[in-house]
């Protein structure tokens, strides 16, 4: 009875969701045009300083220039691109990682699993930027290097989120059925795991994309992040911050950027969630 | 007649429980036969025994006269061919993410039975005979009630063409009228494959109505066995009378 | 007057109608059945007659409750029927009780609440209200839910239950989950409080022999509808509605293997 009620409860916003998940599109569209555009074409060579300093948007510079005379938009469009890598990079690294460790551990003997619980709960406690910034203490401060510190410390995150995921379908009759059926291990994995913990493990990837981005910003934003003229957002809110009074737009729009992407992201995880589980409803 | 399938003087046990100890039964070709107890009998132990899915810690299970062994593969593989399977629940035994075709056709493909056309009839015709029409093929589990799935899950169970089919609570989690629909369909499979068949059961109507022997099972020992009638009319023990007096019944038709 | 008197009643949810204008009664003393498969709404019926149903769900009709219309009524002037006038059983007693609670504090809390009993007094109610459920031992009080078997947490539900001392107890399926000499107990009880206390009850369930042994009369639900009701005696030797009839039909066939189990060489 408390199915049907379940289930009735969940119809009504269907309608709230296709507008997220639109506004999520449009949004992470902008940047993804932004940066798309980058590749072939820029307003101003990143490096051309001859911009007048810390000048407001005009016809020629739609955003101003910064303290270098440097065109902002140029930049922007450029951290558009770093975001984008950025974050698919990290997500993809840690979903790599991540998946793997968390089913070893799904399938591990029980001592196995403990352990490797045990480590990931220990990384997940530390804070990703405190992690980011012993990788790139090490590997030196570069695109790559917040990369892998990042997408290193998502891992762990990911992994617990495939254990528990996995470990919920692994209790479940149609896997006994497909070992009665012949179907051995990697099979299992394959053709009735991984189809089935997609769908969430989906939406928290897309929502970690937004963390990625988030925590590069912030390392860059330290200093810890690639150096211009490959300068990302959280690059241009540093070199702003000593003038955010004078010259304001320097600020505002690598601000404003940050927050259309990760909310876009953040958007379109939540309107994938209606979709990532329709065929598990039960239709009695 | 040799048995088909048959525990030995099987014991299991969880760290230092005791579920079963000392049981024996076994079917043979053809044969239908019910394990009847209630919770805690250690029916579900024996049903993972049976099917090869754990080991007993005393005893064994012999499959056609012979030990199996579950690292020998080309004896698994002949053991998975030949003794199928029908969970307890219709909504948790289908795969919610693939079609009915890719479900009913897991046997063959894991098992290396068939490929490609070769498989495709053979799943059509599984479909066909649970009463199920070729359009159900594409569709999804979600698609379909209980006493469907139910069948969908017998179809995979009967695309092998298996000698004995191992069935848990087969028909508790459906309607009363589609029970008797499961039932009847299972009957007739058997009259026509002349499939053996172990049911798992706390309800003795569904197999009274299957099977011709019954064990009864409590405390994971085997305290009576014997045809089905003579249990249900005249048992000998306490608890079986017991058992088989609280069953409900309709009152008498006037 | 009926104890409880539902006309019309319909529960809707996002377009989808749970119940479809259902009438029935339970006068006092009186033991009514609703017999339905998965999807009937007969558990959503036991919700709303008790206003329990929770929000999302709109709800018409009419359904008076010893005289009280329960239909939109706010929950305070619901509470108090609640447990004196009508109580309910549910399937599941491991959900029913709280699981953080000895046993004897979930029963004394209703005790206390309607009978305004305390200490000694209170100690001794709940002693008795578990004696009435036969369940004696004193272990059994300070006991923990998971620590009983399932009969004894449906037996302890059941006194719980009847702490108050209702009018009408609604009973939902309240041996399912259960292994059936157990359910056999169970019903035995049922039976037992029931004419002790001149209780009217109202029996829920799929099961029509269980149906059978416990009521008089009987509703026969659908998807939400009620396609026919009468004496148990009539459903069961004469039903009307094919549904009913192919029920009857299915249950008959189930009851009668009993009696005619198989044998080899007979295909049936």
């Given at each position: 009875m408390t199915a049907v009620v379940e289930q009735v409860t969940d119809a009504a916003p269907r309608r709230r969701r296709h507008t997220t998940l639109g506004l999520g599109l449009g949004f992470t569209g902008v940047i993804v045009l932004l940066a798309l555009v980058s590749l072939f074409w820029l307003p101003f060579d990143p490096s051309d300083i001859s911009g007048g300093r810390l000048e407001g948007p005009s016809l020629e510079h739609l955003l101003g220039t910064d303290k270098l005379g440097r065109d902002l938009f140029t930049q922007l469009m450029i951290g558009a691109r770093i975001a984008l890598i950025v974050g698919t990079a990290s997500v993809a690294l840690a979903a790599v990682l991540g998946v793997a460790i968390g089913l070893t551990a799904a399938f591990a003997r029980p001592?196995?699993?403990?352990?490797?619980?045990?480590?990931?709960?220990?990384?997940?406690?530390?804070?990703?930027?405190?992690l980011a910034m012993l990788v790139v203490a090490v590997q030196g401060a570069s695109l790559w290097s917040a990369i892998l510190a990042i997408g290193l410390a998502m891992s762990a995150v990911v992994a617990r989120l495939t254990r528990i995921l996995a470990r919920r379908v692994l209790h479940e009759q149609f896997i006994t059925a497909a070992r009665t059926s012949g179907t051995r291990l990697p099979g299992i994995v394959f053709f009735h795991v991984l189809p089935n913990i997609a769908p969430t493990l989906g939406v928290n990837l897309a929502l970690q994309f937004g963390a990625a981005v988030l925590a590069e910003a912030s390392l860059s934003y330290l200093g810890l992040g690639a150096p211009p003229p490959n300068a990302s957002w959280g690059r241009l809110l540093q070199e702003a911050q000593g003038t955010v009074l004078t010259a304001p737009v320097g600020a505002i729009a690598p601000g404003v950027a940050l927050v259309v992407l990760v909310l876009g992201v953040n958007f379109i995880a939540d309107g994938l969630r209606d979709f990532a589980d329709p065929t598990r409803r039960r239709s009695r | 007649m040799t048995a088909l399938l048959e525990l030995h003087d099987a014991r299991f046990a969880y760290g230092r429980r005791t579920v079963i100890d000392d049981v024996t039964l076994g079917v043979s070709a053809g044969q239908a036969l019910g394990l009847v107890g209630e919770s805690g009998a250690g029916k579900s132990t024996i049903f993972s025994l049976l099917l090869g899915l754990a080991a007993p810690h005393a005893g064994a299970v012999l499959f056609d006269g012979a030990p199996l062994d579950r690292r020998d593969r080309r004896m698994m593989r002949r053991f998975r061919t030949e003794v199928q399977t029908v969970f307890q629940d219709p909504y948790s035994s289908l795969d919610p993410r693939q079609r009915i075709d890719r479900i009913v056709g897991e046997p063959l493909r894991s098992l290396g039975i068939a490929r490609g056309e070769q498989a495709q009839q053979s799943v059509a015709d599984a479909v066909r005979s649970v009463g199920l029409d070729a359009d159900a093929l594409h569709r999804y589990p979600h698609e379909f009630s209980?006493?469907?799935?139910?069948?969908?899950?017998?179809?995979?169970?009967?695309?092998?063409?298996?000698?004995?089919l191992l069935a848990d609570e087969p028909v508790s989690a459906l309607d009363v009228t589609t029970r008797i629909q499961v039932i009847e369909l299972l009957a007739h499979l058997r009259a026509e494959t002349g499939m053996a068949l172990v049911m798992v059961s706390h309800d003795l109507s569904a197999v009274a109505a299957l099977c011709e022997r019954t064990v009864v099972l409590q405390g994971g020992r085997v305290v009576e066995e014997g045809a089905t009638r003579d249990i249900l009319d005249a048992p000998t023990i306490a608890y079986t009378r017991t058992l088989v007096s609280a069953i409900p019944r309709l009152p008498r038709e006037a | 007057m009926s104890l409880l008197e539902v006309a019309g009643l319909t529960v809707t949810a996002g377009g989808r109608r749970l119940v479809d204008d259902v009438s029935f009664t339970v006068t006092a003393g009186e033991r009514v059945g609703?017999?339905?498969?998965?999807?009937?709404?007969?558990?959503?019926?036991?919700?709303?007659?008790t206003g329990l149903l929770g929000g999302g769900l709109e709800t018409s009709g009419s359904v008076l409750l010893d005289g009280t219309?329960?239909?939109?009524?706010?929950?305070?002037?619901?509470?108090?029927?609640?447990?004196?006038?009508?109580?309910?059983l549910f399937q599941e007693p491991l959900t029913a009780l709280d699981p953080l609670m000895r046993v004897e504090r979930q029963i004394a809390e209703p005790i206390r609440r309607h009978l305004g009993l305390r200490g000694a007094a209170l100690q001794q109610a709940v002693l008795g209200a578990l004696n009435d459920v036969s369940l004696p031992d004193p272990r059994i009080a300070r006991a923990f839910p998971h620590e009983l078997s399932g009969g004894q947490r449906q037996r302890v539900a059941t006194a719980i239950a009847l702490a108050a001392s209702p009018k009408l107890l609604i009973a939902d399926e309240p041996t399912t989950a259960l292994d059936v000499t157990v359910q056999d107990e169970i019903l035995t009880l049922l039976e037992r409080l029931v004419a002790e206390r001149?209780?009217?009850?109202?029996?829920?369930?799929?099961?029509?022999?269980?149906?059978?042994?416990?009521?008089?009369?009987?509703?026969?639900?659908?998807?939400?509808?009620?396609?026919?009701?009468?004496?148990?005696?009539?459903?069961?030797?004469?039903?009307?509605?094919?549904?009913?009839?192919?029920?009857?039909?299915?249950?008959?066939?189930?009851?009668?293997?009993?009696?005619?189990?198989?044998?080899?060489g007979v295909v049936r």
């Open positions: 001592w196995l699993d403990d352990s490797l619980s045990a480590t990931l709960d220990v990384i997940i406690a530390f804070p990703v930027l405190l | 209980g006493g469907q799935r139910q069948r969908i899950a017998i179809a995979r169970a009967i695309v092998s063409k298996p000698r004995v | 609703v017999i339905g498969e998965s999807g009937s709404g007969k558990s959503v019926t036991s919700l709303a007659v219309q329960v239909i939109g009524a706010p929950d305070r002037m619901l509470r108090p029927l609640r447990g004196p006038v009508a109580s309910l001149d209780m009217a009850l109202l029996f829920i369930s799929h099961d029509l022999a269980v149906v059978a042994r416990m009521t008089e009369r009987v509703v026969v639900m659908r998807r939400g509808e009620a396609v026919e009701q009468g004496p148990i005696t009539e459903i069961l030797g004469d039903p009307q509605h094919p549904y009913t009839q192919g029920l009857v039909a299915s249950a008959r066939a189930l009851d009668s293997a009993l009696d005619a189990p198989a044998t080899p």
